[in-house]
């Protein structure tokens, strides 16, 4: 049987860059909530989401700040990383497979999958910021299953969080499997710790 695979980005693919982290230092005068909260809307540019950060919460950034900011972002994105074996298992699972990418981004993090060359691997990519919906709700995954134009039943979603990546797709129809690199859930079944290991795992 041929499985096709979503996967989610950061924390599964990219070693999380700690962009929570990072957004709260660089605006610390903004409720870090209401501001990631904020962030899940779709801007034309690093530059222009900033500008509109500045309305929402009434800022004043000036052009000091505004190119520490831009510095700091673009250092993030050049520290991101792929976890090991990454690009081999998507060239591989590409040849016989459809792939989907589902993450919860922002902009200031999209530039990564860029940097990191990982858009030629998948099928789709739906990012919450560009379609207003986050994971775990039910649409933002039929959307992507939807765009693979595959059956729910033959894909198999991989993340690093059990809820969002693992559970609530198989209460959809969907195989789960959780990417847990850090062993945190030890005592759970349908795990992986590489994703090489999802080339040779049964369901």
Excluded: W
């Amino acid at each position: 049987m041929t499985y096709h695979y979503i996967f989610d980005l950061f924390g599964t693919l990219v070693i999380n860059p700690g962009r929570y982290t990072l957004t709260k230092t660089l605006f610390p005068e903004v409720d870090h909530q209401e501001l990631r909260l904020f962030l899940r809307h779709d801007f034309s540019s690093i530059d222009n989401c900033l500008t509109e950060i500045e309305k929402r919460f009434n800022l004043t950034i000036n052009t000091q700040r505004r190119n520490c900011i831009l510095q700091t972002i673009n250092q993030g994105i050049a520290r991101a990383t792929l976890f090991p074996h990454a690009r081999e298992v998507l060239s591989k699972l590409h040849n016989h497979s459809k792939i989907g990418l589902l993450s919860n981004n922002d902009n200031l993090m999209e530039p990564i999958i860029d940097k990191l060359g990982l858009r030629g691997y998948f099928d789709a990519i739906i990012l919450s910021h560009q379609v207003g919906v986050l994971k775990p709700d039910d649409e933002i995954y039929l959307r992507c299953v939807d765009r693979l134009n595959v059956k729910i039943n033959d894909v198999v979603m991989i993340g690093d969080d059990l809820e969002k990546d693992v559970e609530k797709p198989m209460r959809l129809g969907m195989h789960g499997l959780l990417f847990d690199p850090y062993e945190r859930q030890p005592d759970y079944k349908h795990r992986i710790t590489s994703l090489r290991d999802l080339l040779d795992y049964s369901f």
